[in-house]
């Protein structure tokens, strides 16, 4: 997952991650010309809008997400707010136990 913001040295690795697209042009006079351009050029991955972000995993295609802040998620802050009991109970009610970290 990639957020907008990057150094210029990462973005220039996503945007080779992204790949080229190869156009095909037909001209006035019935010549095709073939050219090469990247699907996101790294000034653009840079500066993407604050509620998008690139997703890449595996062998499938790239994917550009909308996201929110979970701060402005109504959902998390109603979940933020809960006090944490040391077990989460999931709605098909099966528990997890805290493991934790050291």
């Known amino acids: 997952m990639f957020y907008p913001g990057l ?8 945007e080779r991650m992204l790949g080229r697209e190869v156009i095909h042009e037909v001209k006035w006079d019935g010549n ?4 090469q351009q990247n699907l ?13 972000a690139i997703f890449l995993t595996g062998n499938k295609e790239a994917i550009l997400l909308e996201t929110q802040k979970s701060f402005e998620n109504k959902l998390f802050i ?7 009991s ?7 009610h099966s528990e997890f136990k805290r493991v934790p970290l050291k």
């Open 7 to 14: 150094s210029l040295e990462t973005a220039t690795q996503v």
């Open 32 to 35: 095709t010309q073939e050219k």
């Open 40 to 52: 996101l050029n790294a000034d653009r991955i840079r500066t993407l809008p604050d509620n998008q």
């Open 78 to 84: 109603k979940m933020m707010k809960r006090k944490y």
């Open 86 to 92: 040391g077990t989460i109970q999931r709605r098909n």
